[in-house]
């Protein structure tokens, strides 16, 4: 099981690190800003790093299932190198956001093309799986074999 | 592997684009009732957009997991026919809590009674699997037996 | 796949009802304190118990991702046990928010030991991986032979 995964987890691993990393720029930004827990609010600034650390946790769960799915079902190394450009996207949509709300758009934009992309080749690789197992069609083989 | 989970892996996609259209949702009603990130709040009807697309991502980590696990360890078709439930409910939540903080309420439980459902299947498969392995028990065979 | 999966399998399982039990304390609080949805704020007491939950949820994710690549990639006994740690963690955490701000940070650090210590062991169960499979180099086994 690990050589078909072993990609997709290294992956996983990076988008935890990336995470811990926001959540220690919120800590800071708490520090900075002088608003302490259960406070969520109260200064533009930290109102920012604080809504982009939200968005990337939020969509934490929708891009590992994705990333895994594209990756057991399409290929996992075209999937894991989506996933890293994902990754980096996220980093600059973060720096983007706690700058100015507008400077955000464009990595978000950027980060959900990949997301999207993810998607797709999920839906690429159930449709071959599904076609395959249950009318007998090979797609990907057809495609190969030209 | 992929025989084992093609299903839910069908199933943890379909999840994926359902919030995928919620997140729309919420973009639609922040330009409706013109109210920009990084706020979060200013219209009682955007509250409650926003309140449902929030607790459909907080329950998609738990959803995914008791999917995974039921699929695997009890049955892959009978759980990927609770996702399917569950996300149809999810779906009816979403706009039933848009319209009013009271008319979320029943396809708020009838979404927990498929988590409930998911979350039990889990435990009888892992139930199942520990006994097989470590006390030499074939509970689901003995069912099947008669 | 049961086998290397079915001791993460019920750490996730025991995550989903620690989860659904702080669900449970939050709604006990709404009514305690009277704040029906879609408010999110109304009493110092009510908005511990709710980010207490709200930061248990935001660290489900990452939790499950290090989790199961620690136990596929290290060792799945203690990447299972790791991780009742961190639930036990978590429950101390809970009711220590619930109390006060200050009472959460013991068990937070507590938590955030387990998880970078599930972390550090998905690095180097990947390194090894990837060591193994590209160069040819098995360190585990190295050491085991001493």
Redesign the interface.
Known sequence: ??????QL??V??A???E??YFSMQVIWARRKYKI???N?SGH?AF??V??AQ?NC??Y???F???LW?AG??FHQGLAALCGLLYLYARYKYFHG?AAS?LL?LWPMYFSASFLWLL?GL??LG?LD??LR?YCGVHIKQNWLMG
Chains 1, 2, 3 share one sequence.
């Open positions: 099981m690990q050589d078909q995964v072993a987890a290294f996983t691993i988008s935890v690190l995470q811990a302490s827990p259960p969520t533009p109102d920012r604080l809504r939200l946790t939020e934490l769960p929708i590992l299932s994705t799915v057991i079902f956001y709300a955000r998607t999920s839906l159930l799986f599904f197992s």
